[in-house]
């Protein structure tokens, strides 16, 4: 897999390109890791609801192919876009899924944050009260994020068994466009980054150990 770094960017101008690459690839097309910093922008998911977007402002609304509801890009986050074949893994989305989840999971613990999958809802989520704590998380019986903030959203396409769009882990941002809208379609989820739980890196070194565990997840 080809992994490359294209900087800040539009949204429109990447997703354009993406939609482009996975049109025209075929049997023998080798994988592309894309990774990028978008300038502000919320996109919704195939089956986003307009209520989700609560005060938009200046940030744009973009429409997209991917699954799920409305997230915010803006800088100091790392988006990551997998261009895979999910046949020549051998794989499904479901695994597809859990694999991304993974590497999530292995590049927050490689600052010391320990990561958590939350049943039917995905991304990655951490302990408020002890982001770096390693205890599982008890059964919810009524709100399955209580306690919990969410630091990396995933959305993604498969068409032909090849995926597009991808996950974006919260690095260093200003977070306040999140709370104008109901991230992932869930009304009062909190949503963090790593600085605000007390992990200061670079936008860089997020985005190289990221996709290297990316890289090692997806491994034909």
Known sequence: MRTMNLGRRPYADVEAAMRAFTAARNAGTEDELWLVEHEPVYTQGVAGKDEH?????D???????????????????VVAYPLVDLRRLSIYVKEYVFRIEA???DTLAGFGITGHRVRSAPGIYVRLADPFGHAVLAPASVDPFQGLGKVAALGIKVSQHRSYHGLALNVDMDLAPFMRINPCGYAGLQTVDMKSLGVRASWH???????????????A
């Open 59 to 77: 940030i744009p609304v973009v429409r997209t192919e991917r699954g799920g509801q409305v997230t915010y890009h803006g800088p100091g986050q």
């Open 53 to 57: 977007v609560r005060a938009a402002g």
């Open 103 to 105: 590497a999530l999971i």
């Open 205 to 219: 070194d997020v985005a190289a150990l990221l996709a290297t565990h990316l890289q090692r997840r997806l491994a």
